[in-house]
């Protein structure tokens, strides 16, 4: 068949991801990256830290799905030749699904069988399978779970290609994907680029993060003697395979979670594979600009099992490869001015055979290495970006459309060819406030409609506060949120506080708690989340309530201020009491104020309280049931298995 390129839907069993929070992020999410210390040679040239973040602004979180599935019909875009079929998810982010090696009838990614969110992204919200692109800032990009732009066009020969591409607004970069497949390919073709059109250096991240199958007795193989990896909170380089005395190469040997970034040396092909006992498996190569690949495990205890069970129905275990544009994930980095970079991924089948299987990592590795080089597939990767440059930089034909943040920024020639579009709706009236100076101010009922003030704008916004906005209570919430964010916490305060005077508002509120718990100002931070919190619970819709209160009993919670959580949660509607985050962090108070007779019948109602937005790394509801649960000789009784998420 010639190849083809459809759009069509696929039934999916999917869970609600409910909206994104009322509220800006301006305390952020844990981050295992951004608490390592670095132990490393001269040589290695890692970019610690560089670009770290502390929050997802001016994203707001996920913060408000459930686990409950539904099906219903998700959009997909499908690539097909003779040799494979590529399903895609352009509503997530984009996400390659599905990879089918139609003449082995072998599926070569882990597909879930569902689509269900748990707090594992940048915005919390995340989900297992497929392949993600994940840009701009360390971790789960803040679009895994955002529509993006889809458009159609092709090559010079006339197969179609599929693209996509949106804005990453804390980059302020322009990033398109162009997919397609030759009439003989066996490897699906990614061509990505980034374009850097600001005057400034700015910290660029992308790691593609392919979901694959944990099969019995399967492999990594990649070109590396040598890999960067953490425990204990440091970084530092090991000798691979083994790796205090496992092979982590075959990686259902390795006992907790844990990343190996490889140090592929410059002058060897850059890919990654994974491969069952037999040799079959996943294969994926890329031009040098992509110089990194990475291989991630559950591990095998029982907190590893837990995450495995907690992330799917029925689709079983899987492992994670990547591939990246820094040696770690440990940071970013620098992307010069007025540059776009550009790279090619290729995924396919590769057979190693079980002779090779038998073969040590090196000896392995290395022959895959020969037979890579002697079918000039890196020379042909690097032809192949050459020769579609032309294409990358041409119009498409827009099937369906992303977000209206692309279009609020003055495009340049190297992103003229992309097609964004302000939609009717707030981001409307902010076009308008750019163009004359008057932000329409909202009623203090409705959650804030988008954050757009940053370093750039926030002296134009200023400028206005004087005059046109004077008594606007919205421009100068604006503008606090900016400044909180920013770490200007005296000028933020004042902002805020005169937001308060012109209309007494719960978001004010919220900004200046977050003020005062950056400055270690518990109590006066206390204060104000209350304060906040009583105004929320007047809000009218339930879901801007329910992220409120998620907040607010988080605020307080890493205050320690249990009395007031325990009197507050009380006062809850029926709802909102249900949430598992708000009854873990009551049952949490009632165990500090020694009420743990309650805290433990509540921790066990209905077969147990299932948090269901565990943050990665947290492992607070094992800790609060061991804590509850101790002999008569004071001796922590066995965690259940259902409580256990310390895969770490």
């Known amino acids: 068949m010639r190849p083809e390129l459809r759009f069509e839907t696929k039934k999916m069993r999917v869970a609600g991801l409910g909206e ?98 748990s707090n594992l992204a940048v915005r919390n919200a995340w989900f297992s399978g497929g392949v993600e692109w994940n840009i701009g800032v360390i971790g789960h990009t803040p679009l895994t779970t955002e529509p993006l732009y889809v458009a159609r066009t092709a090559l010079e020969s006339g197969e179609p290609v599929l693209r996509m591409y949106e804005y990453e607004r804390i980059r302020k970069v322009a990033y398109q994907m162009d997919f397609w497949l030759g009439e003989k390919d066996r490897f699906l073709n990614c061509r990505m680029r980034i374009v850097n059109e600001s005057s400034q250096v700015i910290p660029m991240y992308w790691w593609s993060n392919m979901a694959v199958p944990e099969y019995e007795g399967g492999r990594v193989v990649v070109p590396a003697g040598q890999a960067f990896t953490y425990a204990d909170g440091a970084v530092f380089k090991v000798d691979i395979p083994v790796v205090q005395g496992v092979d982590v190469t075959d990686y259902q040997k390795i006992p907790r979670s844990v990343d190996y970034f490889f140090d592929i040396p410059q002058e060897s092909p850059k890919y990654v594979a994974n491969v069952d006992r037999d040799g079959l498996g996943l294969l994926q ?11 991630f495990s559950w591990g095998s205890q029982g907190g590893s099992d837990r995450w495995q069970e907690f992330l799917t129905d029925r689709a079983g275990r899987y492992i994670e490869i990547q591939a990246g544009l ?9 992307m010069a001015p007025h540059t776009a970079w550009e790279w090619l991924e290729r ?150 506080e005169r937001s308060l005077q012109l209309a007494e508002n719960p978001w004010a509120r919220h900004a200046l708690a977050c003020v005062s718990l950056m400055a270690g100002q518990q109590a006066r931070a206390g204060e104000e989340i209350l304060q906040g919190m009583r105004l929320a619970r007047r ?110």
């Open 20 to 117: 994104e929070s009322c509220l800006p992020d301006l305390l952020g999410e844990k981050i295992l990256q951004n608490e390592l210390v670095f132990r490393l040679d001269e040589e290695d040239e890692i970019y610690e830290g560089y670009g770290r973040r502390r929050n997802a602004y001016p994203y707001r979180q996920y913060n408000c799905y459930t686990r409950e599935l539904k099906e219903q019909e998700v959009q997909t875009a499908v690539l097909e030749n003779d040799s494979l079929r590529a399903v895609f998810l352009p509503q997530y982010g984009g996400r390659l699904w599905e990879l089918w090696d139609k003449e082995k009838g072998r599926s070569l990614l882990y597909t879930n069988d569902v689509l269900r969110f």
């Open 285 to 295: 190569m890329s031009t040098k600009r992509l110089r990194s690949r990475k291989l």
């Open 326 to 334: 820094g040696k770690t994930q440990y940071g970013c980095l620098p």
């Open 347 to 496: 995924y396919g089948s590769v057979s190693l055979g079980r002779e090779r299987m038998a073969m040590s990592h090196a000896e392995r590795s290395a022959s895959l290495t020969a037979d890579i080089q002697r079918a000039g597939e890196p020379e042909r990767m690097e032809r192949i970006l050459a020769e579609t440059k032309s294409m990358a930089k041409g119009p498409a034909s827009l099937v369906w459309a992303g977000s209206g943040y692309g279009a609020m920024r003055s495009q340049g020639k190297w992103t003229a060819h992309l097609a964004f579009q302000v939609p009717e709706g707030p981001l409307r009236s902010w076009q308008r406030f750019f163009e004359t100076g008057e932000l329409q101010e909202q009623d203090v009922a409705d959650r804030p409609d988008a954050f757009l003030i940053d370093g750039d704008n926030i002296g134009f916004l200023e400028s206005t506060l004087e005059g046109c906005n004077r008594e606007n209570w919205y421009a100068f919430y604006q503008a606090g949120v900016w400044l909180t964010q920013d770490g200007q916490a005296e000028r933020a305060r004042c902002m805020l």
């Open 539 to 648: 809000l009218p819709r339930w879901e801007d309530r329910l992220s409120y209160m998620k907040e607010g009993f988080r605020m307080l919670h890493m205050m320690g201020a249990s009395e007031e959580i325990r009197a507050l949660y009380r006062e809850l509607e029926e709802g909102l009491r249900e949430n598992s985050r708000l009854k873990f962090i009551y049952i949490s108070a009632l165990h500090q104020l020694g009420e743990d007779r309650e805290a433990a019948r509540l921790l066990e109602e209905k077969g147990g309280l299932l948090l269901e937005d565990i943050r990665e790394g947290e492992d607070s509801i094992g800790r609060l049931w061991l804590s509850l649960h101790r002999d008569e000789a004071g001796r922590e009784k066995k965690l259940p298995h259902q409580y256990d998420f310390s895969a770490s």
